[in-house]
């Protein structure tokens, strides 16, 4: 039998690079920008329109299909994750990059089926990589098949993790602590590029061991999980335990060792779910 997703997938990598063409062409003008739960939480009328873009070709060729994106979330409409065929999109995963004209902007998309993640595509549009993977069969980026580094030793390895306004100031603490606490292990070096997707893709690639974080949304995790999983990555809850997309929390490694030497050394704050309002 052949592969029953593999349509949706086609089609996902179709889509996402004219998602990417209208984000660079965005990039040429000028950039209003608004608002969304903070002053640090920002929108573009393009992370709108790349959204509609996404998923009205979908909805066209797939019209039974269920949807969680970014901005249809902000708009209201619920993210709930069910046994239906679901494409989990952020539009532009790395906003204050593309406000900014950072060069770590991607297209994230997530499919799952039963709750389990089937493919993932993360298109880093100003590099200009296409990071594809589909269960089962491996990660590639623009067609080469990508890998992990391998690392074991954490005091060798590269960590990616964002750092975020808290309004509450004891999680400000605890989140500047956890980054103290990392750095003096020590290891090489501590990154922040911006776009969790693309911090997956790194790991996926071998140029960075881990990436932690706690705080995202299933937007921004599902297209990476996918990547840096076939990639032969760890991926895992930050307490240590089985990874949960709606949780709004994991970490990904090179190799099971530093993905728990990172769950053993983080002190958890609370971050609430997807899948429960008002949080
Ligand atoms: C954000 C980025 C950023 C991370 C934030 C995310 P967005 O997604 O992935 O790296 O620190 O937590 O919300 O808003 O640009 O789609
Ligand atoms: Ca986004």
Redesign the pocket.
């Known amino acids: 039998m052949g592969d029953p997703w593999q349509e949706c997938m086609d089609h996902c990598v179709e889509v996402t690079k004219k998602a990417g063409e209208m984000i660079r062409e965005a990039l040429q003008k000028d950039i209003a920008v608004m608002q969304k739960s903070s002053p640090v ?3 573009t009328v393009t ?1 709108q329109k790349v959204e509609q873009l996404i998923i009205s070709s979908i909805k066209e060729k797939f019209p039974d299909h269920s949807f969680i994106g ?1 901005e249809s979330v902000a708009a209201g409409a619920p993210s709930i994750l069910t046994d239906n065929p679901t494409w989990i999109i ?1 539009p ?7 406000v900014h004209r950072f060069p770590f902007v991607s297209v994230s998309i997530g499919f799952t089926v039963k709750k389990e993640i089937e493919f993932g595509i993360v298109y880093s549009c100003i590099e200009d990589k296409m990071y594809t993977a589909r269960k089962g069969k491996g990660a590639f980026c623009n067609g080469v098949p990508i890998k992990v580094s391998g690392q074991e030793e954490i005091s060798q390895s590269m960590v990616l993790t ?3 306004f808290k309004k509450d100031p004891e999680i400000f603490k605890t989140m500047m602590a956890n980054l103290k606490t990392i750095l003096t292990i020590p290891v090489h070096g501590i990154r ?6 693309i ?1 997956m893709c790194l790991v996926a690639c071998g140029s960075a061991d881990a990436y932690y ?1 706690m ?3 299933c ?2 995790m599902a297209g990476g999980a996918a990547v840096v999983t076939e990639a032969g990555g760890v991926i895992m809850d930050i307490s240590g335990g089985p990874f949960d997309l709606m949780s709004r929390r994991l970490i990904v490694a090179s190799s099971r060792a530093i993905a728990e030497r990172i769950a053993k050394e983080i002190t958890v704050f609370p971050v609430g779910r997807d899948d429960k309002e008002g949080e």
């Open positions: 939480d920002l929108v992370d970014e952020d532009i995963d790395g906003t204050t990059n593309f964002e750092m975020g922040s590029p911006g776009s969790a997707a911090n974080h705080g995202i949304h937007w921004d």
